[in-house]
């Protein structure tokens, strides 16, 4: 089996923020896709969220696991929050994710980003935040409709940066051709309810065109915080999907790995915010 992803991936200040602290990963040839929302005084938050990104992927590339990635994208921002007085206390969510072509994937998970999936119909979260409203939820003292309208629903129990070593939700999927998995940030939760982005998602089919249709729903709503969405598609190209076929990217481009385990090389569109997977056979 052969699966391609076709990723499509936006961010934006919002309506209210004066600058943008949540950050996404997109890497093509490692299979690693990851959302950080930052957090800190100064520009701790932005700091933080590209630190913990940079640092996870490095890690990655070294052939760490993605909780051991994560823990060393934690360690990272915790020592440079350390070091610098103006970072000091700077902390970031990351949920991020790996991907073969057989279509596994292993998320690792810290804070109030979540990872939803959609497929034939359905539509699931697949992440727990890691914040007080959903401990509320979990002891029975909030339910998810109270939750959402709730003032203190931004407030986080987990994050990386904050001290050395951090707990990682581990979660594991097996994907297939059709399957479309949503990375966002609480900018984009806190303003749509699931629901309404599960129709977003079922109405467009192009990856980019539904991220940015998301952002802009979201800011339509008020965009009181940053919002990141990255929507990823499962591709059979085995399977004949040629709805799921981008013009601007035919299938000829992807050029096709002879054996090994060497990683698929892919030609990407020059094109901002928008990239191309050749996953790893
Ligand atoms: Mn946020």
Not at 21 to 28: I, K, P, R, T
Not at 194 to 213: K, N, S
Request: hydrophobic share 40%; charged share 25%.
């Amino acid at each position: 089996m052969s699966l391609r992803l076709q990723v499509g991936a936006a961010t934006d200040v919002g309506q209210v923020r004066d600058h943008n602290e949540d950050d996404y990963l997109v890497d093509d040839d490692l299979g690693l896709i990851a959302v950080a929302d930052g957090m800190g005084g100064h520009r701790g938050g932005e700091v933080a969220s590209a630190a913990a990104l940079e640092a996870l992927r490095v890690a990655f590339v070294a052939g760490a696991p993605i909780d051991e990635a994560v823990i060393a994208a934690n360690d990272a921002v915790h020592e440079q929050s350390v070091a610098d007085p103006n970072l000091r206390g700077m902390g970031t969510t990351l949920t991020a994710g790996s991907f073969d072509d057989e279509g596994h994937v292993v998320l690792g998970h810290v804070g109030d980003s979540r990872a939803y999936l959609s497929r034939d119909g359905t539509f699931d979260r697949v992440t727990t935040d890691h914040s007080l409203v959903e401990e509320l939820i979990q002891a029975g003292e909030l339910t998810p409709e109270e939750a959402e309208r709730d003032p203190r629903r931004s407030q986080i129990t987990r994050a990386l940066g904050l001290e050395r070593g951090v707990l990682v939700d581990v979660i594991e999927l097996d994907l297939s051709d059709g399957d479309r998995l949503l990375l966002c940030s609480d900018g984009l939760t806190t303003m749509l309810s699931e629901d309404a982005i599960a129709t977003f998602l079922a109405d467009e089919a192009d990856p980019t065109a539904a991220a940015v249709r998301l952002v802009d729903a979201a800011n339509a709503a008020g965009g009181v915080d940053n919002i990141t969405v990255i929507v990823i598609d499962v591709v059979d190209d085995d399977a004949g999907g040629v709805d799921s076929v981008d013009v601007d990217a035919p299938a000829d481009e992807v050029i096709p790995v002879p054996s090994g385990d060497e990683p698929t090389q892919l030609v990407e569109p020059a094109k901002p915010r928008r990239r191309w997977f050749g996953l790893r056979r």
